[in-house]
């Protein structure tokens, strides 16, 4: 399961599409209607919040907006409620950078001509950029990306951030 922390328009299709699947599913564990995935890390930043649904709700309700603008039909009523366009989550700065490079590793296998949409790490509408560390939920390749980050790899200026 991955929930992408990046903005869904620098999704390529295949993410954005996978994206909203998992999102899909990562809603119905908070629901409590399925049993699997229910220790899955990427849930830790929803289960934070009050209302863990209503926030994978908000976190979904972008990737619908995307997928609108791109002419894709995902089905907003398979969403168990509105948005909450206030509610908050914060991403390290490492964090966007792993995904960042997560992304433009399967990108460069799947659909090369997205590569250069790839410009740097525009968070999610819903999640405030903050300093610090791979987030401790993360289990990708963590130390391989951390390898190439630390080896040379420029600091990302974010929006908002100096």
Known sequence: MRLWSLHPRLLDRAALVAGWREGLLAQAVLAGRTRGYRSHPQLERFRATDD?????VTYLAALHEEAGRRGYSFDRTRLDGEPVPSLRLTVTSAQLDFELAHLRAKVQGRSP???????????HPMFDVVDGPIEHWERGRRRDVEDQLTAGSQRLVYPGQQ
């Not at 863990?52 to 994978?56: G, K, Q, S, T």
């Open 113 to 123: 001509e997205w590569e250069p949409r790839l410009t740097g790490p525009l968070p």
């Open 52 to 56: 863990p649904v209503r926030a994978v």
